[in-house]
């Protein structure tokens, strides 16, 4: 268990549709860290926050957002749901001044658009 | 542009032999910091071994060690003593830049390891 918390495990939904995605990091991490792993894309960095923070932006499209809350939890926003879209979602977090900077990654939300 | 490359969509090995696990990155940047992680049928990520581009020495962690051959740009997996729970998805990846606030990582394909008894 690597002590970060992703809710739900699966998402069922239909195209054109919205979801929100939600994690929670490691007690005392203060950046959180989104990640997309589909088939064709492989596992792609998102966007990250750190302590209620955009720091990074990777290959994520408009119809996404995301925030981090002030208790550090954070939300994964997907609208105008597309097929393509079905994929894991991870959420990671970490220390930021861990030597390593180890990302500790939670279970995933599979998100499945029909 | 930053790149992981993990030419080996698959491989198997035999329990209790050693396994080798290439990835080969490419990066302009001085600084950076590379990790593998095993990711299981059940799908979650797990953290196995970091190495960062300063580290003199090669990183291991139990029955894991990171062969870094800075020159050539790779950083391989090695496991040795292969068990049948080694059986998995293999990622490697890279930190983009020093630590401090871009953290983001890159991965590379995978290569699935499978471990026969």
């Known amino acids: 268990d690597s002590g970060v918390t992703q809710t739900p495990k699966h998402l069922i939904t239909a195209t054109g549709q919205r979801v929100t995605l939600r994690c929670s990091p490691r007690s005392g991490d203060l950046s959180v860290y989104w990640y997309q792993q589909s088939l064709d894309q492989g596992l792609q960095f998102l966007i990250q926050y750190y302590n209620g923070e955009e720091r990074a932006k990777g290959n994520i499209l408009e119809r996404f957002s995301a925030q981090q809350f002030p208790d550090l939890h954070s939300e994964l926003n997907l609208s105008s749901l597309e097929l393509g879209d079905s994929a894991l979602y991870f959420c990671?977090?970490?220390?930021?001044?861990?030597?390593?900077?180890?990302?500790?990654f939670g279970p995933g939300t599979r998100l499945t658009v029909l | 542009a930053q790149k992981i490359t993990q030419t080996q969509p698959g491989m198997f090995v035999q329990e209790k032999e050693a396994v080798t696990l290439d990835c080969t990155y490419d990066t302009s940047d001085p600084s950076y910091g590379l990790f593998w992680y095993k990711q299981p049928s059940s799908g979650e990520m797990i953290f196995l071994i970091y190495?960062?581009?300063?580290?003199?020495q090669n990183a291991t962690e139990g029955r894991y060690s990171l062969n870094f051959q800075k020159a050539r740009k790779s950083a391989n997996l090695v496991i040795s003593a292969s068990q049948l729970g080694d059986s998995a998805m293999y990622f490697c990846?890279?930190?983009?830049?020093?630590?401090?606030?871009?953290?983001?990582?890159?991965f590379g394909a995978g290569t699935r390891l499978a471990v026969h008894p």
């Open positions: 990846a890279m930190r983009e830049g020093s630590s401090g606030g871009y953290n983001k990582l890159i």
């Open positions: 990671a977090s970490s220390v930021l001044v861990a030597e390593n900077n180890e990302q500790f």
């Open positions: 190495q960062g581009s300063y580290d003199q």
